[in-house]
């Protein structure tokens, strides 16, 4: 990170059981990097932070700080959350770096009405993660057209 002062506006939080496995894992499995890792005098991680492809950041934390965070490991599975990671390119083989690693595969790489290819994943504690590269150009007609569906806000407008 170029500036540690200088952060986006939105990051999502992950909390975990066992940070430390999840950092592994999330380099691993889908290629982020540490750029902040916190921990105790124990080694346990308190607080991290990682990137994607040099823009986006996610938090990572254990999930015994506090009684109102939980890994999904922890309640059966749910998510409450997904995180959304946009890519520049390489989405299949990026879904078949984290299927080897381990990902369970919740819906393979395709090609979506909004113009996106994307695919879901499951990590090792049970986060859903989806990926999505843009792969065309989609009006706001077509998408309407595509899913009988009356789209505000559309980004070509």
Known sequence: MDDP?????????????????ALDWLERAFGFERIMVITDDQGRVAHAEMSFQGGGQVMIGGDDWADYVASP????????????VLMAEGLDAHCARARAAG???????????????????????????AFAQP???VTRQEAEAATGLKIEGWLDE
């Not at 939105?10 to 059981?17: A, D, E, K, L």
């Not at 922890?74 to 959304?84: D, I, L, P, S």
């Not at 595969?105 to 990590?123: C, H, K, N, S, W």
């Open 73 to 84: 490991a922890a309640t059966g599975g749910r998510n409450t959350q997904r995180v959304h």
């Open 103 to 129: 990902a369970e595969i919740l819906r393979d790489p395709e090609d979506q009405f909004y113009g996106d290819r994307t695919y879901v994943a499951r990590d090792l504690e049970g986060h859903a993660w």
């Open 5 to 21: 002062w200088k952060r986006a506006v939105f990051t999502p939080s992950v909390n975990y059981r066992d940070p430390n496995a």
């Open 135 to 137: 792969v065309r150009k």
